[in-house]
């Protein structure tokens, strides 16, 4: 039996879509990319394409990470600035949209991504498992897939027993009276969307969900910008796809855009 190696190692240090505590570590432990400056061009994009593929995708094999890589050439947006009548060329210090960032944004429509990134899940990989049991619906319909590719517009609702951080335990009079000061309760109508909701997951009834943080969440708790998240009704929508400011990239990514152009020089001529 072939033994899978562990995922969140220290030793090899790559970096995943997880809340792990080893995962944290890495990340914690990278203060800077590893000098490349003396090593091949091959050798270059090889080592992008391996930090690259284990954090956008980690949760996928070799093919389907391919296939949802789009082979066109990053648009390049450098030739379009034009300075102003009267106004100095400032092309050279002017800050240009990162592009390199966008090699793998189709991997973002992905349903078991786009749960991981509303907080979900503790993880891309108990998103999968969340999908694949059957606790998510898009556009009210159950979806088993976690390789789902969302569109524009496009609502996902997870069940909420299914969520980690929602449990029924009892909680202390102290932390009842602090969820109560800065949880809101649901309006009328997020509450009779989270009923039905219970219904179709086959929940018996309606009870009582307290929020408890879970270890080492406090670093991954944001939502991007192309994410709309409602934590009462526990759903979300995908709202359009990731963009590029100059200076700013809306994908959460841990590597520079240098990295992710190395990465599509790998792709582009393996394609």
């Known amino acids: 039996m072939k033994v899978r190696p562990n995922r969140f190692s220290v030793t090899r240090g790559l970096l995943r879509m997880s809340w792990n505590k080893k ?7 990278r203060n800077f990319y590893p000098d490349l400056a003396r090593r091949t061009l091959f050798q270059q994009m090889w080592q992008a394409k391996k930090e690259i593929r284990a954090y956008h995708g980690g949760n996928i094999t070799e ?3 391919v296939s949802t890589w789009q082979s066109e050439p990053l648009p390049v947006y450098g030739d379009t600035f034009k300075p102003a009548q009267g106004e100095e060329n400032t092309r050279g210090r002017r800050k240009l949209p990162p592009m390199q960032a966008l090699t793998f944004a189709p991997l973002e429509r992905r349903l078991d991504v786009a749960l991981f990134r509303s907080t979900f899940a503790p993880s891309v990989y108990a998103a999968r498992q969340m999908v694949s049991h059957g606790k998510v619906m898009v556009n009210g319909k159950k979806c088993k897939q976690p390789s789902y590719l969302l ?7 997870v069940a909420p027993t299914a969520i ?8 202390t009079p102290a932390s009842e009276e602090a969820d ?7 309006t009328p109508d997020e509450a009779l969307l989270i009923e039905k909701v219970g219904k179709k997951m086959g929940q018996s009834g309606p009870a009582p969900l307290k929020f408890t943080p879970r270890p080492f969440q406090a670093p991954w708790m944001f939502i991007p910008e192309y994410l709309e998240v409602n934590f009462n009704t526990c759903s979300g929508v995908f709202v359009r796809s990731p963009m590029v400011k100059p200076g700013k990239c809306e994908i959460p990514s841990p590597f520079p855009p ?7 020089e790998y792709y582009s001529k393996r394609v």
């Open 23 to 29: 995962n944290l570590y890495n990340l914690a432990s």
């Open 258 to 264: 240098e990295v992710h152009g190395l990465a599509h």
């Open 164 to 171: 980690a951080m929602l449990s029924t335990r009892s909680a």
């Open 63 to 65: 093919r389907q990470f």
């Open 151 to 157: 569109k524009d517009g496009d609502m996902y609702t």
């Open 180 to 186: 109560s000061e800065a949880k809101a309760e649901p």
